[in-house]
């Protein structure tokens, strides 16, 4: 079973103190949505919006076109699997599956069937008669999914379940559960803070600042097309260059920018466009720059730190007039820090921003 | 580096030295002198002479012993359960933070802060008859007022009436303690898992805070064993003994008919019998808690 879940104009206010300001968005019945932003933006708290663990300050939430934000958390027909697991210590994990579906009155066969499926699915049924201090920090995460599993909820609920294990189970079990997901089909709404989750499990991801979401896209239109300047810098690794602008005019085919330590480049944003070169900046992934072969011309970049990652190299540098550049260059390159280099721009591969942050949209 | 190290491990008992030396000479030394003292007929005035276990099969002989030892069980048969449900009681209804509930925590612990002396003048103000609050109470709903001090049955009654309401500040306090500690998104997983108030008591609250349960329970089981002060002053152990404890009983044999050596012999059963109740309590929950 799964539904859509719809947010109208969802805010949530602690006095004067605003969290979650006028949040309206629309899930559809099977997707796997990601909220991704950084610490104290409001995710998590609008997750446990949608679970009833915190009230709505205003707005509307529903569940499979049935209206929630009035019910209390049982009754919404979710369930959450949380950050801390929040197992039932004194039970064991059989009996941490069944609590819910007993406290229902779904009847015994039926608890003990699903049950014996769930476990049998994550691979815990040996452990069924195990308490969960017993159990690996691996092991405890697939329990609280299976609890959630058992209830064949409309829609499940992760609050940041993976931030709690290590780096090699965290990819092993972000991989099961979009297995998970193609197997179930059932709608699921994911907080993270971490760019890589979000980008691999999500079929739309939803970022989230300072109280309000600043792009809904899927992951491919978030980190080609980021719609503000915030989400430029906050999705891809390393983060976005960026570059004020000292001078904007009609170039050949399009826009052409004055950059500062880039000089004048040429762009394909319409010449119409309407920007103000007041606080605007040209963004450019460091994928996107590369190091000329030797005796070919560039823009001179004195590199300060190079960081040989095995696969790429990443080199943090600055140019002519101070401001920092960072180039992605093969792993194989031999660049050594305090080297100038000579770097070349990739044509349309620019993002533009103006002073707001928002994006100019065109240019690729 | 293997001698020094084993020197330095003995330098660090130095440190325990001091309280080593309290307690081998206030606690260790007295306990064996007082079994020493259970097989001799002593006073106060000199050295007594050996009885062997003489002290021990007249005390367990002596009618008002065995009065004693009745009256102290149902004591706290009846005093440790009340303790233990009604400070869980309190502590549930007063685990969040808001200012009333402050000021009742501060205000039930506040009985624990008063001498014996006190806590019973005031039951005697509630109990008295004539003029008893009790007693007006009970003209004014037109009921023959009881004597609750000096009829049997009652007056044991009293003095645990006036013991529970001493005694309730530290369990209370025990309890919330406890709660305290029950991580918050167990109550928020039960939430979601549908769970009704009083399946979240049952099967979440109480099994998270069942070590404070017998750890209160074996504390109060071991303190009201040793019942005596509110006997002494509210009822002097009467009428015909039927609220005398057994510490009472040792004060008298001891102190009132100097016969040292036989209240010696009935401290050491009610030591035995403490040890007893406590260490059955403890291993009754730990196998329920391991089951």
Redesign the interface.
Same mark, same amino acid.
């Given at each position: 079973m799964s539904a859509s879940i719809e947010l109208e104009n969802v805010s949530k206010r602690y006095g004067a103190l605003t969290v979650l300001d006028d949040i309206s968005l629309s899930i559809a019945a099977g997707e796997f949505v990601v909220f991704l932003g950084p610490s104290g933006c409001g995710k998590s708290t609008l997750l446990r919006m949608i679970a009833g663990l915190e009230d709505v300050s205003s707005g509307t939430i529903s569940v499979g076109g049935r209206r929630v934000d009035t019910l209390p958390p049982g009754k919404r027909g979710v369930a959450m699997v949380f950050q801390s697991y929040a197992l039932y210590p004194h039970m064991t994990v059989r009996q941490n599956m069944a609590f819910g579906l007993e406290n229902i009155g779904v009847p015994k066969d039926e608890i003990g069937r699903r049950v014996k499926a769930a476990a049998q699915t994550l691979e815990i049924d040996h452990l069924i008669d195990r308490k969960p201090q017993k159990l690996s920090g691996g092991q405890r995460q697939r329990v609280a999914i299976g609890r959630a599993i058992v209830k064949e909820p409309a829609a499940f609920l992760f609050d940041e379940p993976l931030s709690n294990l290590d780096a090699a189970l965290r990819g092993r079990t972000r991989l099961e559960l979009a297995q998970l997901h193609a197997r179930l089909g059932s709608t699921m709404i994911f907080v993270t803070h971490d760019q890589v989750e979000a980008m691999t499990l999500a079929d739309r991801i939803v970022i989230m600042n300072a109280r309000r979401i600043e792009q809904i896209g899927t992951p491919m239109e978030i980190y080609q097309r980021p719609a503000t300047r915030f989400v430029a810098s906050f999705i891809g690794s390393p983060t976005m260059n960026f570059l004020p602008l000292t001078a904007i005019e009609k170039g050949q085919s399009g826009l052409a920018l004055s950059v500062a330590g880039l000089g004048r480049v040429e762009t394909s944003f319409p010449s119409q466009t309407k920007i103000d070169v007041e606080g605007a900046s040209l963004g450019i992934r460091a994928e996107d720059l590369s190091i000329s072969a030797e005796g070919e011309t560039g823009i001179p970049l004195k590199a300060e730190i190079v960081e040989r990652l095995g696969d790429r190299t990443l080199v943090y540098g600055v140019l002519g007039d101070g401001s920092k550049l960072t180039v992605e260059a093969d792993g194989r390159a031999a660049v050594r820090a305090g080297e100038v280099l000579q770097v070349r721009l990739a044509p349309d591969t620019f993002h533009l921003f103006a002073a707001d942050g928002r994006a100019v949209r065109g240019g690729q | 580096m293997a001698e020094s190290y084993r020197r330095s491990q003995w330098s660090h008992g130095l440190f325990i030295l001091p309280y080593l030396c309290f307690f081998l000479v206030l606690l260790v030394f007295p306990l064996f002198w007082g079994m020493w003292l259970s097989l001799h007929k002593a006073d106060l005035f000199g050295p007594g002479r050996f009885v062997g276990l003489t002290n021990y099969t007249r005390v367990l002989a002596d009618p008002v012993f065995l009065q004693a030892l009745r009256n102290t069980i149902i004591f706290v048969a009846v005093s440790v359960p009340a303790l233990v449900v009604i400070g869980l009681f309190l502590a549930l209804a007063l685990n969040r933070t808001t200012r009333a509930t402050s000021f009742f925590r501060g205000l039930f612990f506040s009985s624990s802060v008063l001498s014996v002396t006190i806590v019973t003048l005031i039951w005697r103000f509630v109990f008295i008859p004539g003029d008893g609050l009790l007693a007006v109470l009970f003209k004014q709903v037109g009921l023959t007022p009881i004597s609750f001090l000096s009829t049997s049955g009652w007056s044991l009654f009293s003095v645990g009436a006036a013991t529970v309401w001493w005694c309730i500040g530290l369990p209370m306090m025990l309890f919330l303690a406890a709660l305290q500690q029950v991580?918050q /998104?167990?109550y928020? !997983? %039960? !939430?979601? /898992?549908? %769970?009704?108030g009083w #399946?979240v008591l049952t #099967?979440?609250t109480l099994?998270?805070i %069942?070590r404070t349960i017998v750890l209160v329970t074996i504390i109060q089981i071991v303190l009201q064993f040793q019942l005596f002060g509110q006997a002494q002053l509210m009822t002097n152990g009467g009428p015909s003994g039927t609220s005398r404890p057994l510490v009472m009983y040792i004060y008298e044999v001891g102190f009132v008919r100097w016969d040292i050596g036989r209240g010696a012999a009935a401290s050491q059963i009610l030591f035995l019998i403490i040890l007893v109740a406590a260490m059955a309590q403890y291993i009754v929950s730990s196998r329920k808690?391991e089951a």
């Open positions: - | 991580p /998104d167990l928020e !997983a %039960a !939430a979601l /898992d549908n %769970a009704s #399946r #099967r979440i099994p998270s %069942a808690t």
